[in-house]
């Protein structure tokens, strides 16, 4: 950069640093893409500073035909956004032309998931696993606690692996569960998933009451870890380990993708979407609507397997 766009350009990563305590990363992510534009507007014979709506929508176009994801393209876009409404504020520009430019349309990312059918075969390994005991039994039942308890609530990893031990002593069907914002929710239990998790708590007591000395921990699931729990990085290594030994696929395999197959089945069950909601504790129903495409394939199913016209298409056919 040797034009006077590249001297405005270091200011404006200065003000971020300076003034918005950006980080480093963020930074760099911005000299990089205003350096990009710039050398994209210079083929074009435009300065950066000066660039027009149209040289910007050249610009994106640009990355487009180059095969950038909108989300790439749009992460562009507000990097210039943010260069721009910096050079007004400064009076170095009358204008911002980027107030009048659409941000690249995002297409609607699915969330992973599993069949049924892959996810009863990982609760078969961790459970067969489990019952054959061994030096690492402890480790076998917990990982079966994690499974079941994962896929009949649908918690968030960071939520399971931080269950505090007191739930062991709990009667109910029902877990209280402390997530983002500090917030709870009750999500209910399988039995299943009762007779998993107290089959490690029993384990886990007796292997602490055996330590010299003996161990005690606030945590279900406890570790030497600094924060005293499973980290879910651990646990999320050894869910793909189980997941070869059933025969999954591990690249599809992640503890987030549970939470999503959890949604996903009850939905195509006949769940409703607030219900889902809570249950996920999504504090929006935007957030939740995302599953909504398992809802649009159980209607389409629906009206055709149950509407009357449709089901004389089929007899004619």
Not at 16 to 40: H, I, P, V
Not at 230 to 246: E, I, T
Request: aromatic content about 6%; proline content about 3%; glycine content about 6%.
């Amino acid at each position: 950069m040797t034009d006077l766009s590249a001297a405005y350009v270091e200011s404006f990563l200065e003000m971020m640093s300076a003034e918005r305590g950006a980080a480093a990363n963020t930074l760099q992510s911005y000299e990089r893409d205003l350096k990009d534009a710039l050398s994209f507007l210079r083929t074009r014979g435009t300065r950066l500073i000066d660039a027009s709506a149209d040289d910007l929508r050249s610009y994106l176009s640009h990355l487009a035909c180059e095969g950038f994801k909108s989300s790439s393209q749009a992460r562009r876009l507000s990097a210039l956004r943010q260069f721009y409404k910096f050079l007004y504020a400064e009076g170095l520009r009358g204008d911002d032309p980027t107030g009048i430019l659409d941000a690249p349309k995002k297409g609607r990312a699915l969330p992973k998931t599993l069949s049924i059918d892959d996810v009863s075969r990982l609760i078969g390994q961790a459970e067969a696993e489990a019952a054959t005991g061994g030096e690492d039994a402890v480790a076998k039942l917990r990982m079966h606690a994690l499974i079941e308890l994962l896929y009949a609530t649908g918690m968030r990893v960071s939520e399971l692996v931080s269950l505090p031990a007191s739930v062991l002593s709990q009667n109910g069907r029902f877990l209280v569960i402390r997530g983002k914002g500090n917030k709870e929710r009750l999500v209910p239990l399988s039995q299943a998933a009762l007779r998993a998790m107290r089959a490690y708590g029993e384990a886990l007591r007796v292997r602490n009451a055996e330590a010299d000395p003996p161990e005690e921990s606030l945590w279900l699931f406890p570790s030497h870890g600094k924060t005293g729990f499973l980290p879910r990085q651990v646990f999320a290594r050894d869910l793909k380990g189980l997941a070869a030994r059933a025969g999954i696929r591990i690249a599809a395999i992640s503890p987030h993708v549970l939470r999503h197959a959890f949604a996903s089945h009850l939905l195509a069950n006949g769940a409703d979407l607030r219900a889902v909601q809570e249950l996920l504790g999504h504090s929006d129903i935007s957030t939740t609507q995302i599953y909504t495409h398992v809802l649009e394939e159980r209607l389409h199913d629906l009206v055709q397997n149950h509407h009357p016209l449709a089901k004389q298409a089929k007899k004619q056919d």
